[in-house]
C-alpha cells in the first residue's frame, strides 16, 4: 500500500492550492509538491520500491481516470472531491503505457519504481498536461515532441509544394528541432535505457518519415503531373531503420501511423488498373506483416475506412470482406465488422425507413414515423462512450441553425448520466427499448445517421455526422 503518510501530506498540499486564486502559482506549487513527495523516498523506505501514478484534473469529465497497456486496463482509479487522484500501480516492465479520462487519453512511460504526477485541464487536455516525479522528464519530452508534431501537422501542407530537394531540407530541419530536444533531454543526467531510446527514435523521426513517404503522391496530385517527382537517389534511405514488425510499439500513434501510411504507399503503387483498392491493400498487409496482432488492426482499419469513405451507399467490398475474413484472427474486429456488414443489409436505400419503436426522455413509446412524419428527417444514433455529448450539442445546434427545414433526431444507443447534458439542451432526444427493431441495424453499434425525405424514403442509410461529405448530402435532402 501507499505510505500513508506521504499520502496524507499530498493530498493535504493538493487541497490546500486548488483554493488559491493566482493560477500561475497554483500550478507552480502544485508541481513542486508533486516532485518533492514522490521523489523524496529513502533506500530504508518500502513504498519505494512500488510504481506509484497519480495527479489532479480541472474539469473532469467523469470521476475516474484508467491506466492501461495494449489496450488492456491495469488499474481504474477515482478522483477525490477534490479531483485528485493517487495510486500504486502495478507497473512489471518498463514501457509505454497509456492513460485514459472520458473520451481522451494520452501516453505515460513508466519503468518500475517511478512515481509519476500529472495535472492536466480537460478543456485543453493535451495543451495543458504537465508531469512531475521521478519518472517525469521522459514524459515531458514525449508530451512536448507530440505537441511539437501536432503544431508542425497542421502547418505542413505548403511544404508538398516545394521541389524534392528543398522538401527533403524541411524534413532534415524538422529533425535536427527534434533532436535538440532530446539532447536537451540527455543533458539532464537521466538514466536513457536502451527501451526508451528506441521509443524517442520512432517519436523523433516516423512523424517526418511518413510525410516523406506521402510527398511524391501529393506532389504530383497538386500540380497535376503526367509522373512523380523526381527524388534523389537517398530520399527513401530511411526505410532502411524501419522495423515493420515491432510488437512493442503498436500502440504507439507515430509507429502504427508510419506502418498504415507506408502499406498504403506501396499498394497504391502496386495497384493494377482494374484491380479493388481496398483488396490490393489487405494483401499487402498479409504480404508484409507478421505480428498477429499488428496484421489484425491495420485489415480492420482498411476494410472499416473503406467503409466510411462511402458517399452515399451502405456496404461492404465482398472480395475485401470475405479477405478479411479469412485471415484476421481477432474475434472482436470480426464480430464488428460482420456486423457493421449485417447492418447495411437491413435498410435499403430509396425504400422506406422502418417505422422502429423509440423511448422519449419521458418514458413514453412512440413510432419513430410519427416524429419524422411529413418531415425532412436526420436520426443520428449516438453514444457518449463513442461523442462527447458537449460536442454533440455543439454539432446538432450548428446543423439546425444551418438547415432549419430539416428535423434531427438523436437516438442514444448507451445511455448514462452524460445523456442528461444533451438531452436537456437538444429537442428530439430518445433512446431504444429492448423491443425496437431498430436494434436490428445498430449490432455494430456504430454512431450511423440515416437521412430521409418527407415522403419517408431513405436517401442515405448510413452516413456519419462527422462525415466531410454530410453538409452536401443535408443541403441535397434541404433542396429535394
Not at 478543456?123 to 512531475?132: I, K, R, T
Not at 537517389?233 to 502504427?256: C, G, H, M, W
Request: aromatic share 12%; charged share 25%; glycine share 2%.
Amino acid at each position: 500500500m501507499f505510505n500513508s503518510q506521504c499520502e496524507d501530506y499530498l493530498y493535504f498540499c493538493l487541497r490546500t492550492t486548488i483554493y488559491m486564486k493566482n493560477k500561475i502559482l497554483l500550478n507552480l506549487i502544485l508541481l513542486f509538491i508533486a516532485a518533492f513527495t514522490l521523489t523524496s523516498c529513502t533506500s530504508t523506505d518500502e513504498s519505494c520500491d512500488a510504481t506509484y501514478f497519480g495527479g489532479h484534473i480541472i474539469n473532469p469529465k467523469q470521476n475516474f481516470v484508467t491506466l492501461s497497456k495494449n489496450d488492456v486496463i491495469i488499474d481504474t482509479i477515482y478522483l477525490d472531491s477534490y479531483n485528485n487522484f493517487i495510486a500504486q500501480v502495478d507497473v512489471m516492465e518498463e514501457g509505454l503505457y497509456n492513460f485514459n479520462h472520458g473520451i481522451e487519453f494520452q501516453y505515460i512511460y513508466f519503468k518500475p519504481k517511478d512515481s509519476i504526477l500529472i495535472r492536466l485541464n480537460t478543456w485543453d487536455f493535451d495543451e495543458s498536461l504537465a508531469f512531475s516525479g521521478r519518472g517525469s522528464e521522459k514524459n515531458n519530452f514525449l508530451i512536448t515532441l507530440y505537441l511539437q508534431n501536432e503544431k508542425e501537422e497542421q502547418n505542413f501542407s505548403p511544404y508538398y509544394n516545394l521541389n524534392s530537394e528543398k522538401f527533403e531540407e524541411k524534413i532534415a530541419s524538422s529533425k535536427a528541432m527534434n533532436n535538440f530536444l532530446y539532447e536537451q533531454l540527455k543533458e539532464s543526467e537521466i538514466e536513457i535505457t536502451p527501451k526508451f531510446d528506441q521509443l524517442a527514435q520512432i517519436a523523433i523521426n516516423y512523424p517526418l518519415d511518413r510525410k516523406k513517404e506521402f510527398y511524391p503522391f501529393i506532389h504530383k496530385n497538386r500540380f497535376q503531373l503526367n509522373d512523380y517527382p523526381t527524388v534523389s537517389d537517398t530520399y527513401f534511405d530511411f526505410r532502411k531503420n524501419v522495423d515493420l514488425n515491432q510488437e512493442e510499439f503498436i500502440s504507439f500513434a507515430p509507429y502504427y501511423g508510419y506502418v498504415s501510411s507506408y502499406i498504403n504507399v506501396i499498394s497504391y503503387k502496386n495497384k493494377q488498373v482494374d484491380s479493388n483498392q481496398t483488396v490490393v491493400v489487405l494483401n499487402t498487409i498479409i504480404d508484409n506483416i507478421t505480428v498477429e496482432r499488428l496484421k489484425n488492426m491495420l485489415l480492420r482499419q482498411t476494410i472499416y475506412n473503406d467503409f466510411r469513405e462511402a458517399n452515399l451507399t451502405c456496404a461492404i467490398n465482398k472480395e475485401a470482406l470475405e479477405i478479411f475474413n479469412d485471415n484476421c484472427t481477432n474475434e472482436g474486429f470480426l464480430n464488428q465488422i460482420n456486423a457493421l456488414a449485417a447492418d447495411c443489409d437491413e435498410i435499403t436505400q430509396n425504400d422506406n425507413i422502418d417505422d422502429f419503436e423509440v423511448l422519449s426522455t419521458t418514458n413514453e413509446i412512440l413510432k419513430i414515423n410519427s416524429i419524422i412524419k411529413n418531415k425532412k428527417a436526420v436520426i443520428y444514433f449516438w453514444s457518449p462512450t463513442i461523442i462527447s455529448p458537449s460536442m454533440l450539442v455543439k454539432k446538432i445546434k450548428y446543423l439546425e441553425l444551418k438547415y432549419p427545414k430539416l428535423v434531427f433526431v438523436g437516438i442514444n444507443m448507451d445511455p448514462t448520466e452524460l445523456s442528461n447534458k444533451v438531452n436537456s439542451k437538444l429537442r428530439n432526444q430518445y433512446s431504444l427499448p429492448k423491443t425496437s427493431s431498430a436494434h436490428n441495424f445498430v449490432k455494430s453499434l456504430e454512431p450511423r445517421t440515416i437521412l430521409i425525405d418527407n415522403k419517408g424514403i431513405v436517401t442515405n442509410s448510413f452516413t456519419y455526422l462527422t462525415s466531410p461529405n454530410l453538409e452536401r448530402q443535408l443541403t441535397l435532402l434541404d433542396e429535394k
